[in-house]
């Protein structure tokens, strides 16, 4: 399973733990499920397209960095180590 | 005794978290013997800001509301800020917490001898779960200028903040908010006399490089004048 997909996958079980969690990114906002909804989308408005790309960054760039961060996004998309 | 203005309207519900936040950049000021002139929880005119801003030249400002690349925002509508009264900014030291400024406002105030500007050059994002944090990490650069560090230093200090939050909330099971907080402050920025802008655009990079970032900022783009 690439990186991406461990984030995503993860990513979508936190989401489903906590649905009254609201994102405000600018004057748009967001259950976790709708934002995680969008992570592996492939039509996106451009603005939301943005906001993907910079989220998806700056997980992999905390996969990458920070061990912590990576064990549970393991753990979380049931990924053996 | 030293002024500070202090923007911060109330209009949506994103508005009420900023404007929450304000309160606590405001007992900042006001602990460290600031007058504070607070405009906001409603909807702000760029009349009232213009003229809040033309009556003390020089002293802080801080807008804490919606932002887009090219203004500050009072309402839906209405931009307090913009290209057009952006120099109202020059010889003074700005502090943002809004989405984008930094992009393209910011760097117009930094040409125009903004003493400091202080913002984000992405979508300031945030979560419900983790708002403490968020406020935190928001008015944090205000917090350590007004006890005496230097911009570069409350730059670093901040980014360090947010890397030590994004931890605590990775420990606290709270992922989606630590990557969202880390991503706010990679967007932050500063720009001060020591501290240009950067740019992505290839020319820019070149005339910076060429002409340093005074002369290398004002040339015009050649994509600009192919447009005209």
Redesign the interface.
């Known amino acids: 399973m690439k990186e991406v997909e461990i984030i995503v996958k993860?990513?979508k079980a936190?989401?489903t733990q906590?649905p009254?969690?609201?994102?405000?990114?600018?004057?748009e906002?967001f259950t976790?499920k709708e934002?995680?909804a969008m992570l592996n989308s492939k039509k996106l408005q451009k603005n939301h397209k943005?906001?993907v790309e910079?989220?998806l960054?700056?997980?992999r760039?905390?996969f990458n960095e920070?061990p912590?961060?990576k064990l549970?996004?393991m753990q979380?998309a049931g990924v053996e180590k | 005794m030293s002024v500070a203005v202090l923007v911060a309207p109330k209009f949506d519900s994103a508005t009420e978290y900023s404007y929450d936040w304000s309160r606590e950049a405001k007992a900042l000021l006001e602990e460290k013997g600031y007058k504070v002139i607070d405009i906001g929880g409603r909807r702000v005119s760029k009349a009232e800001v213009e003229e809040a801003l033309k009556r003390n030249s020089n002293v802080l400002y801080i807008h804490m509301n919606h932002g887009s690349e090219d203004a500050h925002w009072g309402s839906e509508d209405e931009a307090v800020i913009n290209l057009e009264n952006v120099q109202l900014l020059s010889e003074r030291e700005t502090y943002c917490m809004n989405c984008l400024s930094a992009k393209k406002l910011g760097v117009e105030a930094w040409k125009d001898k903004a003493e400091a500007y202080w913002g984000y050059v992405e979508v300031f994002t945030f979560t419900t779960e983790a708002l403490d944090e968020f406020r935190e990490f928001a008015n944090s650069g205000l917090k350590f200028r007004l006890e005496g560090k230097t911009w570069k230093e409350c730059l670093q200090l901040a980014k360090d903040l947010a890397k030590a939050l994004a931890q605590k909330l990775v420990e606290a099971g709270k992922y989606i908010a630590s990557v969202i907080l880390q991503g706010d402050a990679d967007a932050l920025r500063c720009y001060t006399e020591d501290m240009p802008p950067t740019s992505d655009c290839a020319f820019r990079r070149l005339a910076i490089s060429i002409f340093g970032p005074k002369i290398g900022w004002k040339l015009p783009s050649p994509w600009n004048v192919l447009k005209v």
């Open positions: 993860a990513l936190e989401a906590k009254k969690e609201i994102i405000y990114a600018g004057r906002r976790y934002f995680v943005k906001l910079s989220f960054q700056s997980a760039k905390m920070n912590t961060y549970k996004m979380l």
